[in-house]
């Protein structure tokens, strides 16, 4: 199994940016998906997390309203766009797949994971 996520960056607020995530030698249809982050000396935090199908996404409060999560099972991959981005969103983002699909978006829920994707958000 490989998990490569890609699109970070350093952003100014305010900006937006769009991570993706590619998922091979896995049933990609089978799986939920997430996104997480981790900024240095805080506990990794579940961004977002969308159910096999596509249909169902769950949200952190702290990015409801600006993230949107989206996959496409042509391309076995899996997307988040950011939007009016905040310092407070600067860390490693983290794509895994998994099978239990919980709004809480825990990290226990999750089999295989990426190496993460840098994003920094400052002016």
């Known amino acids: 199994v490989h998990v490569v996520e890609s699109g970070g960056g350093s952003v100014r607020p305010g900006d937006s940016l769009r991570l993706s995530c590619t998922a091979s030698?896995?049933?990609?249809?089978?799986?939920?998906m997430g996104w997480f982050r981790q900024a240095p000396g805080k506990k990794r935090e579940g961004v977002s997390i969308?159910?096999?199908?596509?249909?169902?996404?769950d949200y952190a409060n702290s990015v409801k309203g600006r993230f949107t999560i989206s996959r496409d099972s042509t391309k076995k991959t899996l997307y988040l766009q950011m939007t009016n981005l905040k310092t407070d969103d600067t860390a490693m983002y983290y794509c895994?797949?998994?099978?239990?699909?919980?709004?809480?978006?825990?990290?226990?829920?999750?089999?295989?994971w990426g190496q993460g994707t840098q994003v920094t958000v400052s002016s």
């Open positions: 969308i159910n096999k199908s596509g249909r169902y996404a």
């Open positions: 030698g896995l049933p990609f249809d089978d799986y939920h």
């Open positions: 895994a797949a998994g099978t239990l699909y919980r709004p809480t978006i825990m990290a226990e829920d999750f089999d295989y």
